[in-house]
């Protein structure tokens, strides 16, 4: 998946090789003799049950592989078995020897091992997350539920995985934490690293993204957080009474589809309520996607699962994580800068941020890093940024360079990032650093001067998308608005295992980083999911989903609109729902709830075939009897169609949640090129968990309208249950 490189600077861990120590992992050339790493996915054995024993099972697996390979025993030659995310395994084939695996009956799909990349304390702030008066009061911090996260792993050590005040793990908990290494505590209760396989080590994070989401998601209080003094405050999850298991499926080379599937596998064994998922690949067909189908048998089991969106914005299409049965995840900035003003020798001023907050760097002589031949002792270096902005600053430091400007890239619009730099520096966005650049090229001698001017809240506009956050549409599934929601993804002040800064000595310390992506949203959105699901055990991820939804704001500040990285109000097919809003999640009034049996006909409405829906579902026949559903009637909290279509009629449904007897009308807001009624126009309710259904008709002129976007809305005296509508 491409990502931007001003992502790359503070978020973002590429991926290459991975091994393991029994098994020699093979992502390479897969031509002639050499091997690769493959994922097959099979049909059950004859009298299958989840009982069968895991020795029975893989003698299973060992029957379809080629004769010389299945007599292998007793070493194992899988790398990884499956059978709770799917029915299947991972092994090294030739490619001849993968060809020969997919002409047996019961292989339903076999693929090479692809690569996947990860996406990357005032938040709860932002968000009204406080400890005394804030929503946690009324909402609970997320006890007694159980976050997984797939990621580098974890720091055990670090302050945020303290387990003061905790509870014990659930019964319901099959985890383990017996490492020689690291010990497990009531805050983090377990977890495993499969990279390449399953081993005894500790998921020890030597990378730094695992502990960032991880505590993100449910890091306890910790007062007196900061990145290198700045944004200092009380740094806490979003679920803070959460239990937490880590499961290493990414190193800093990369992270494989077989790992990843290994890591579902492990936490739907282990029993984790929720699943937080920072990474996601090019957007491609659900029965090839290695997640869409691990969360698809997560999902059953009732877990629910947070991706993110992905890095590619901020063009259209470019969604990571497109399933409906997912929350898909976008990210946005909060009300907070980290001030690092740039003054040129022309007397211009532009505000840039760094998390580095050294005393003032004198004006002193600007220029262009060029070819690298140029002297730059003693002088303010303004760059392009082609890879991470901290590396970047570290080479100018070593040459002699005394600072940095960071000059944000034209896509970037009005976005920054607060870097732990190592020298002093700033970046600034895309307006300011044109203007930076047009002044060195027609100055003489061009100087500057970096004023540090500390941690600034309350700045404004905010929130506003992140230029990398994806978009939609969807391309898997143009029908389904996506993404889902938009949460804080930008300088995200969290765990991490190692110093940072000019200083920077690899030991552990209370340390803090900056960083920026869906990948930090996504663990924001895990943890208040988790809160939700606390307080209401009963709710399926579809309900749950819907609770978050339904309940996002899309204005601000009275009737401001959220706007995008060029400061234009932003579209549905960049903030979803809109931007979530904790204090009213768990009280939502009504949900849109979906069964399983409704996302299987919704994929044969898609198009897929019995086989196809198989390798998803592991249901086998399901669209064979005819029955189907087309996108647009997938009940779920939005409503997106082709403007081609002219038309469209659709029904819902809704659960009361609320109070017993309650009634609600409808209200709606579209555009006057859009006729749109709801009928019936009243839903009166008389117990919880009471469901009705209406219908939504749309019309328009075709020929004219090309895009439209408005919503409807269910108010009470006490909620408003607002769905997007999107004409494109």
């Known amino acids: 998946m491409e990502v931007h490189s001003s992502i790359l600077l503070t978020s973002l861990v590429l991926i290459g090789l991975l091994s393991h120590i029994t098994q020699t992992i093979s992502h390479g050339n897969c031509e002639g003799s050499s091997r690769c790493a493959y994922v097959v996915r099979v049909r059950p054995p004859p009298n299958f049950s989840m009982d069968m024993s895991p020795m029975n099972l893989e003698d299973w697996y060992r029957s379809f592989l080629p004769p010389g390979m299945a007599r292998s025993k007793p070493q194992s030659p899988f790398i990884h078995t499956y059978r709770e995310a799917i029915l299947g395994f991972a092994v090294n084939l030739t490619k001849d020897e993968a ?67 905790m509870a014990t793990p659930p019964a319901k908990w099959r985890g383990s934490c017996k490492f020689e290494s690291a010990r497990c505590n009531k805050k983090l209760i377990g977890g495993k690293s499969l990279i390449g396989g399953e081993n005894p080590e500790a998921p020890v994070d030597d990378v730094g993204h695992g502990t960032h989401t991880a505590s993100t998601a ?53 029993g984790v309520d929720i699943l937080s998922i920072s990474l996601g690949g090019r957007p491609q067909a659900f029965h090839e996607d290695i997640i869409a189908i691990g969360s698809f048998s997560a999902m059953k089991k009732g877990i629910f699962v947070s991706c993110s969106a992905g890095n590619s914005g901020p063009l259209p299409s470019t969604l990571s994580n497109e399933e409906p049965w997912v929350l898909t995840v976008g990210a946005s900035t909060m009300d907070r800068q980290m001030k690092a003003i740039v003054k040129l020798g022309d007397g211009r001023s532009f505000v840039g941020e760094s998390a580095y907050q050294p005393p003032s760097l004198d004006s002193l002589p600007l220029m262009f890093e060029l070819d690298g031949s140029e002297n730059i002792t003693g002088k303010v270096v303004a760059c392009e940024l082609e890879g991470s902005q901290i590396e970047i600053g570290r080479s100018i430091k070593d040459s002699g360079g005394s600072g940095m400007i960071a000059l944000g890239s034209e896509d970037s619009g009005y976005t920054t990032f607060a870097a732990a730099h190592v020298l002093p520096a700033s970046y600034l966005n895309s307006p300011d650093a044109a203007a930076v650049r047009q002044y060195i090229q027609t100055s003489n001698k061009p100087t500057a001067s970096i004023i540090f001017n500390g941690t600034s809240l309350g700045t404004t506009p905010a929130p506003v998308v992140a230029f990398f956050s994806s978009r939609g549409p969807s391309t898997a599934s143009p029908g389904i608005l996506k993404p889902d929601i938009i949460g804080p993804g930008v300088n995200i002040i969290a765990a991490w ?66 706007l995008d990285e060029k400061l234009n109000p932003a579209g549905h097919f960049t ?25 299987i006909l919704y994929l044969c409405g898609l198009g897929y075939t019995d086989s196809e829906v198989e390798i998803i579902t592991h249901q086998k ?23 081609s279509a002219g038309k469209l009629v659709v029904n819902r449904t809704v659960t009361n949640v609320g109070d017993a007897v309650s009634s609600y009308t409808v209200e709606i807001d579209m555009p006057k090129e859009v006729k749109a009624t709801v009928s019936p126009t009243k839903l009166d ?32 005296s006490k909620h408003v249950v607002r769905s997007p509508i999107v004409i494109f």
Request: glycine letters at 10%; a negative charge; aromatic letters at 8%.
């Open 99 to 165: 060809e020969y695996i997919k002409t047996n009956d019961g292989v339903l799909m076999v693929y090479q091992d692809n690569l996947i990349p990860l996406l990357t304390t005032h938040s709860p702030d932002f968000l009204s997350l406080r400890p005394n008066g804030g929503a946690w009061n009324t909402l609970g911090m997320g006890e007694g539920i159980i976050i997984g996260l797939l990621d580098t792993g974890i720091d055990f050590a670090h302050t945020s995985f303290d387990d003061a005040g």
């Open 685 to 716: 309710f008389t117990k919880k968990k009471e469901s009705k259904t209406f219908t939504v008709r749309l019309s328009w002129d075709a020929s004219k309208t090309k895009n439209a976007e408005g919503s409807f809305k269910w108010v009470s």
């Open 218 to 270: 449910a890091g306890r209080f910790v007062q007196g957080a900061s990145v290198l003094g700045s944004g200092n405050g009380t740094a806490a999850g979003m679920a803070p009474r959460a239990h937490l298991a880590m499961y290493k499926v990414c190193s800093e080379q990369g992270c494989y589809g077989s790992d990843i599937l290994a890591g579902m596998e492990a936490a739907i064994a282990d």
């Open 497 to 562: 295992p190692f110093k940072v800064g000019p200083n920077r000595v690899d030991e552990h310390d209370m340390v803090f980083n900056t960083l920026s992506g869906t990948s930090m949203s996504t663990p924001h959105l895990s943890g208040i999911a988790a809160i939700i699901k606390s307080a209401h055990h009963d709710w399926s991820p579809a309900a749950i989903k819907s609770a978050i939804m339904t309940t996002a704001y899309v204005v601000y500040d009275g009737k401001k609109p959220i």
């Open 575 to 599: 903030i979803g729902a809109g931007h979530v809003n904790p204090s009213e999640v768990i009280n939502p009034g009504l949900v849109y709830d979906t069964d399983v049996e409704q996302y």
């Open 621 to 643: 026949g399901a669209c064979s009897k005819g029955t189907k559903l087309a996108e647009a009637e997938l009940n779920y909290p939005s409503i997106a169609t082709r403007a």
